[in-house]
């Protein structure tokens, strides 16, 4: 039986035959970027220039840089509109974990900003955790010298992060800096017509960009620590990628924002509704010129529904009695049944009209509509005593 030390002799004369692992190449060279010295340290820093003619999906980058700021902020309800637009920092991380916290780091950073008739992309990269002191220094002028960032849930993720990171390494935070998320607005305009509105859903449907080849969000952090373990950056080039179309969608969606607010008129049918739903905190009468607009169109007929209903509403604290009617008549014979539009003409003929018989006769078919649809029995229960509450004062007046 081999001994200890014999089994070792045989395990090292083995790794003696065994060619040794070729060093991987530098980061920055697979990469396609350079070391940058920060002054508080080195950092790996890829940047890409785009000409503002440059279409990213249908979008061209340009109209981002006209968008009325002022209003978008208004109608987003930032907290601080943005100034400026040719010195807006667009950004977007690359973490270690998606449920943030003082153990995740961002470990990539993109952030693109108008340098000139250019728009740059530049994305700055730690190899490994101690550069991110680097990191952070190489942010601190960019976010000092920005009339405000843009991001994409940032107000949720991006920049409580970043915060985060700043206080850990005991620097300070700009917290004064305007913040435009397009997060909120989006919701409400293309909610109608997406299935969701992540980012790349509103990729494919709003901006025509169809990504090729994309890594997962979920599975970038995985790809960050078999770097860390193999010094491979190869596979990182995806994540580069990733990272350097989220920046340039921000810019489009602002471009399409800002010219939906100024010129609505390209709009369509869907997309004038949800711009309605935008507007409608701060400019009521947009919002129902919008509404009108969007109905004028091709809506589906369930998004028809509930945009007349809101218009109808609308109409009605106006005390437009005639728009509102009209808007119930039609929402009354919508394929499916509906108590709103019913009770809505049935108040309006007994309260308004004072004609109960009108009023009787509105609620008596929609007892049997909702009776006919199977609607909840607290619905039928409030037509019947509605409607039994109407014979008793008819049968009064006679």
Known sequence: MQSLDELRRVIRRVEARRPPRPAAPPAHEVLGGEVVETGAGPLVV?????????????????????????????????????????????????????????????????????????????????????????????????????????????????????????????????????HL???????????LRCADCRLTTLEREVIGLERENDVPGALIPALYFDFLRSRRAA???????????????????LGWFGRALAAPDHLGAEDLAGLGRLWEPVDLEQ????????????????????????????????????????????ASRHGAFDREPWEELAKFHEHRRRDLRTARATVAH????????????????????????LERRLRRAL
């Open 181 to 191: 998320d397009l997060l909120p607005p989006a919701r409400r305009v293309f909610t």
């Open 235 to 253: 596979p990182l080039g995806r994540v580069f990628d990733h990272n350097r179309h989220d920046v340039l969608s921000l810019v489009a969606l």
């Open 366 to 389: 929609a007892l049997e509509l909702a009776d006919a649809a199977g609607a909840p029995l607290r619905v039928i229960d409030a037509f019947a005593h509605r409607l039994s509450r």
């Open 46 to 178: 890829v940047r890409r220039e785009y000409p503002l003619t440059h279409v990213h999906g249908r979008e061209p980058l340009a109209p981002a840089f006209t968008a009325p700021l002022e209003l978008l902020s208004t109608v987003a309800r930032a907290a601080a509109p943005a100034g400026d637009s040719r010195r807006l920092l667009f950004l977007d991380t690359e973490t270690t974990g998606l449920a943030g916290g003082t153990g995740t780091y961002a470990f990539l950073v993109g952030v693109g900003r108008l340098d000139g008739d250019r728009f740059v992309v530049v994305q700055y990269f730690m190899r490994d955790f101690d550069e991110e002191p680097a990191l952070l220094a190489a942010l601190v002028p960019l976010l000092e010298q920005a009339a405000g960032v843009v991001t994409f849930n940032g107000s949720g993720f991006d920049l409580p992060l970043l915060e985060t990171r700043f206080v850990l390494a005991r620097r300070r935070w700009p917290t004064l800096l305007p």
């Open 287 to 330: 919002a129902l010129t919008c509404y009108r607009a969007a109905l004028g169109g091709d809506l589906p007929g369930r998004t028809a529904h509930r945009v007349r209903l809101r218009l109808a509403r609308w109409e009605k604290r106006a005390t437009r009695w005639d728009r509102a009617c009209a808007l119930w008549e039609v």
